[in-house]
């Protein structure tokens, strides 16, 4: 039996504990990252939601910036969920090739829930969560958008990143952290680089 994977979860902000849970439900291991050490030996990373600039702040104070770009160059794939997406794009660690919103979609007041059809995931229509969400704006040809909603791109992938715009952790579909664990062990599998 294969051993579990070892997810790291960023932990310096907002909904990590959620995104840890249903790891954990998934069958992996997860340890809780807020200093660069806590990097070493992971096989995949989970940005989650939470405020961008709290959590940028945060990287920022702990080192981790230059560190999640490593870890992303080497090829480990990450999951950025909300401000989990934005983090992941051009403007703040430039780990895809991609420019979010912040709260596109407005205020807290304006959270909904959407059925979302996402390409690579069987089962029929997703139920996305959207608080405070951002859309993706622009993207470059390498950027695969894997679902929108009213024309807005909210969900994608990039090689071995993975951006939602919506808190997939926080509904009963494990679909989403699925389609992560299986990147990350077809990249464990080949031991290769899945960007293009």
Do not use: Y
């Amino acid at each position: 039996m294969a051993q579990a994977p070892l997810i790291g979860v960023l932990a310096l902000q907002g909904g990590f504990q959620a995104h840890a849970k249903m790891l954990r439900g998934l069958g992996a291991q997860v340890r809780e990252v807020r200093v660069p050490g806590d990097l070493e030996g992971l096989q995949g990373l989970v940005i989650p939601g939470g405020e961008s600039t709290t959590m940028t702040l945060g990287i920022e104070r702990e080192g981790l910036a230059e560190p999640l770009r490593s870890l992303a160059g080497e090829g480990t794939p990450m999951l950025g969920s909300c401000a989990g997406l934005i983090m992941l794009d051009r403007e703040h660690l430039g780990l895809m090739d991609m420019r979010a919103q912040r709260n596109a979609f407005g205020r807290q007041s304006k959270s909904f829930e959407a059925d979302l059809e996402m390409a690579g995931l069987q089962g029929g229509a997703l139920r996305g969560i959207f608080i405070r969400a951002p859309w993706i704006a622009e993207h470059g040809p390498r950027v695969q958008i894997l679902a929108a909603v009213d024309g807005h791109p909210v969900a994608a992938r990039e090689g071995d990143m993975l951006a939602v715009a919506f808190h997939s952790e926080l509904s009963d579909d494990t679909r989403v952290h699925q389609l992560f664990l299986a990147m990350v062990r077809e990249r464990s599998q080949t031991g290769g680089v899945l960007r293009a």
